[in-house]
């Protein structure tokens, strides 16, 4: 959990369809298996679940959400809230993502240090999607601090903790008192919530446990993928000072900065199927029933698909990559993500071009979302700070 990578590399090499009995699942490594099972979705089916605890440990499946739905269903489920993540309407998001980057960067750019992460990446993914969800900033910081806390893991943990349980219970309580109140009392307003609150993709209103699903769902996705891979990001670039000077002379490269971070180091780390049918992959027999892990993380450090994988090359312009996955559960929000992931690292770079790591430099700990999650930087106030 705290370095992956030399593992991945072996499993790459030696067992690249790899089955672990104490969870009667496999592991998916290399970047071609991973790409081609994206595709099988009668085959590689989300209707149990997905995360590492339901594919693994077999725990109860969510409520059906258009993140672990199967064709046909899935298409209308998704459609309810897909418009919103556009390549058009995000791009109109952007003033409002500069102006919130901004804001917590007069905050705490003026003393001359801050946590990229904690301080300014993570606070503005939270606040740009409570906006789309429909959830003020108290609600999505408090709901936020639960998930953090749900997906936590100390080393020998398995599972979620007494801690995590309790976390997730406070989250689903608030959220299902928040769909209650939109239910008491219907809205105009365009937003995922009352868009949910009022829909019946399938002829039947959703539930209250299904919507409660979806933004438990889209929490996830839309807060804490963008602000890993930002510090993960900085942390590259202050590896590799020639690749940063590049970039402030050129901000116009940031953007592939970005991209090239999420494919180096990616946040989500490993997602899961269960296998409607047998099928066979790498000469191996992989049957009904038993869970497969897809290994994101690996599969975009794969040597076949990427030459000089196990380096952050800003040029790379890879043609396909895993970054947002792959198939009909490619993430909905790429677009969102590319847009907040270049401007925060414009706007950090801008104010502190030079900047030194500070004390306290983390990495997340856990079986499903990895990355830097701590990233204290020092630099001399400048610019619009000053």
């Given at each position: 959990?705290?370095d992956?990578?030399p593992?991945?590399a072996?499993?790459?090499a030696?067992s690249p369809?790899?089955y672990?009995?104490?969870?009667?699942?496999?592991f998916?490594?290399r970047f071609e298996?991973?790409?081609?099972a994206?595709t099988?979705?009668?085959v590689?089916s989300?209707?149990?679940g997905?995360?590492?605890?339901q594919?693994?440990l077999?725990?109860?499946?969510?409520?059906p959400?258009?993140?672990?739905m199967?064709?046909?269903?899935?298409?209308?489920?998704?459609?309810l809230?897909?418009?919103?993540?556009?390549?058009?309407?995000?791009?109109a998001?952007?003033?409002?993502?500069?102006?919130?980057?901004?804001?917590r960067?007069?905050?705490?750019?003026?003393?001359?240090?801050?946590d990229a992460?904690?301080d300014?990446?993570?606070?503005?993914?939270?606040e740009t999607?409570a906006d789309?969800?429909?959830?003020?900033?108290?609600?999505a910081?408090f709901?936020r601090a639960r998930?953090a806390q749900?997906?936590a893991?100390?080393?020998?943990q398995?599972?979620?903790?007494?801690?995590?349980?309790?976390?997730?219970g406070?989250?689903?309580e608030?959220?299902h008192q928040?769909?209650a109140?939109?239910?008491d009392?219907?809205?105009?307003?365009?937003?995922?919530l009352?868009?949910?609150?009022s829909?019946?993709p399938?002829?039947?209103p959703l539930t209250?446990?299904?919507?409660?699903?979806n933004l438990?769902?889209?929490?996830?996705?839309?807060?804490?993928?963008?602000p890993l891979?930002v510090?993960?990001?900085?942390?590259?670039?202050?590896e590799?000072?020639?690749?940063?000077r590049?970039i402030v002379?050129e901000p116009?490269?940031?953007?592939?900065a970005f991209?090239?971070a999420?494919r180096y180091d990616?946040?989500?780390?490993?997602?899961g199927r269960?296998?409607?049918s047998?099928t066979?992959?790498?000469?191996?027999?992989?049957c009904?029933?038993?869970?497969?892990?897809?290994?994101?993380?690996?599969?975009?450090?794969?040597e076949r698909?990427?030459?000089?994988a196990d380096?952050f090359?800003?040029?790379?312009?890879?043609?396909?990559?895993l970054s947002?996955?792959?198939g009909?559960?490619?993430?909905?929000g790429e677009h969102?993500?590319?847009l907040?992931?270049?401007?925060?690292?414009e706007?950090?770079l801008?104010v502190?071009?030079?900047?030194?790591l500070g004390a306290?430099v983390?990495?997340a700990?856990?079986?499903?979302?990895?990355?830097?999650d701590?990233?204290p930087?020092e630099?001399?106030?400048?610019?619009?700070?000053?």
């Amino acid at each position: 959990m705290r370095d992956p990578w030399p593992a991945y590399a072996r499993l790459r090499a030696e067992s690249p369809v790899h089955y672990v009995e104490r969870y009667d699942s496999w592991f998916l490594s290399r970047f071609e298996d991973v790409y081609a099972a994206c595709t099988r979705s009668d085959v590689f089916s989300a209707e149990t679940g997905v995360s590492p605890g339901q594919i693994l440990l077999r725990e109860p499946p969510p409520p059906p959400t258009f993140l672990t739905m199967d064709l046909p269903r899935q298409r209308a489920h998704r459609g309810l809230v897909s418009a919103s993540y556009g390549a058009r309407a995000i791009a109109a998001l952007e003033p409002s993502i500069r102006t919130r980057v901004r804001d917590r960067l007069a905050v705490s750019g003026k003393r001359g240090a801050f946590d990229a992460v904690a301080d300014v990446a993570g606070p503005v993914a939270t606040e740009t999607i409570a906006d789309l969800i429909g959830l003020d900033s108290d609600d999505a910081h408090f709901l936020r601090a639960r998930v953090a806390q749900f997906f936590a893991r100390d080393p020998g943990q398995v599972g979620t903790s007494n801690i995590g349980a309790i976390a997730i219970g406070e989250f689903m309580e608030r959220a299902h008192q928040l769909v209650a109140e939109i239910r008491d009392a219907p809205t105009d307003r365009e937003d995922h919530l009352s868009a949910w609150c009022s829909a019946a993709p399938e002829g039947t209103p959703l539930t209250n446990d299904e919507i409660v699903g979806n933004l438990f769902g889209l929490l996830v996705t839309g807060v804490e993928v963008v602000p890993l891979a930002v510090g993960n990001a900085l942390h590259a670039l202050h590896e590799n000072p020639d690749t940063r000077r590049d970039i402030v002379r050129e901000p116009g490269l940031i953007g592939a900065a970005f991209a090239e971070a999420l494919r180096y180091d990616q946040p989500t780390n490993l997602l899961g199927r269960r296998l409607t049918s047998d099928t066979e992959i790498g000469g191996k027999r992989l049957c009904e029933g038993q869970g497969v892990m897809f290994l994101w993380a690996s599969a975009n450090r794969d040597e076949r698909e990427f030459e000089r994988a196990d380096r952050f090359e800003i040029d790379r312009r890879a043609k396909r990559t895993l970054s947002y996955g792959h198939g009909i559960h490619k993430c909905l929000g790429e677009h969102l993500g590319n847009l907040e992931g270049r401007v925060l690292l414009e706007e950090i770079l801008a104010v502190a071009p030079e900047f030194t790591l500070g004390a306290g430099v983390t990495r997340a700990y856990g079986e499903f979302l990895h990355g830097t999650d701590h990233l204290p930087i020092e630099f001399e106030s400048r610019g619009r700070l000053e």
